[in-house]
């Protein structure tokens, strides 16, 4: 996951954004209605994508209200963390992933909607959600509309029952 926001986001690690990395398990496995998925190259035991979820709604600020308002904690199951290294992607790992996610959330049953949000700059990102789901706020249209101001992020819901 570290790699992912080094080479992919530019960012490097930021802890108010990326504690979970760091502490995976308080963030993802102590929760019973959070989880992390992993998938490992079978040949060298590599982690070659990450998939997770949590609790949490999107955070007003620096989210807008109206998305803090629209998926709240509690009742939404954020997606975070969908990251697949560049030579193991276009192979089906994200969405089977994503998948697990979506029975997970589903088997809950406390959940009542499946949110994201996607910096569209990083390769294949856009395309991959808009396949699963409905643009909900894009940043580059509301320039002064979220995380940051207008830095583009995309945020998505996903039919739970896909």
Known sequence: MLDTVYRDFGTGYVPR??????????????????????????VDQAVV?????????????????????????GETAQLRRVYVRPEHRRR????????????FAAADGGYRAV??????????????????????????????GGNGGGNGVLHFEIPMGR
Not at 56 to 62: E, I, V
Not at 92 to 103: F, G, K, T
């Open 17 to 42: 954004w990326h504690a979970d990395i760091i502490d995976p398990a308080t963030a993802y496995l102590a929760p019973a209605r959070h989880t992390l998925l992993v998938a490992v190259d079978p």
């Open 49 to 73: 994508a990450t998939a997770a979820l949590d609790s949490r709604g999107p955070a007003h600020p620096p989210n807008p209200r109206h998305l803090a308002d629209r998926y709240p904690s």
């Open 92 to 103: 089906s790992l994200a969405r089977r992933l994503v998948d697990e996610l979506l029975a």
């Open 115 to 144: 949110y994201l949000h996607t910096d569209p700059a990083v390769p294949g990102a856009e395309p991959f959600w808009r396949s699963l789901g409905k643009v909900v706020l894009d940043e580059r249209e509301d320039p002064g």
